[in-house]
């Protein structure tokens, strides 16, 4: 069974950047696809981002043109990069892997906040 292992989060101001990794104990081929999701205290968990293994993506309407996911395919990690944050950003995110066959894997997840 796959494990991922998130990292990247940490405190950061308004209009600052952060990179949040997703590393997965194996090849990320076997996945059809890998999505970032959020978790805001007190709300509900949102999918932030999702790309496929073709490599087609899907944002959130809130973080459309800030934020970019992508994959790399040799280190087997997936990124969400993160711009122009705001508090409304702040949340744990979460590293999710999709099997073909609907199974689903989430890592620890990990922290953000951003400071007004």
């Known amino acids: 069974q796959v494990q991922l292992v998130e990292s990247g989060g940490g405190l950061v101001q308004t209009g600052g950047s952060l990179r949040l990794s997703c590393a997965a104990s194996i090849s990320i081929f076997r996945f059809d696809s890998f999505g970032w999701y959020r978790q805001a205290p007190g709300k509900q968990s949102e999918l932030v981002a999702s790309?496929?293994?073709?490599?087609?993506?899907v944002y959130a309407d809130s973080v459309k043109g800030r934020f970019t996911i992508s994959r790399d395919n040799f280190k087997n990690t997936i990124y969400l990069q993160m711009t122009s944050l705001n508090p409304e950003d702040t949340a744990v995110y979460y590293c999710?892997?999709?099997?073909?066959?609907?199974?689903?894997?989430w890592g620890q997840g990990t922290q953000v906040t951003v400071s007004s």
């Open positions: 790309i496929r293994r073709v490599g087609s993506s």
């Open positions: 999710n892997a999709e099997e073909v066959s609907g199974g689903r894997t």
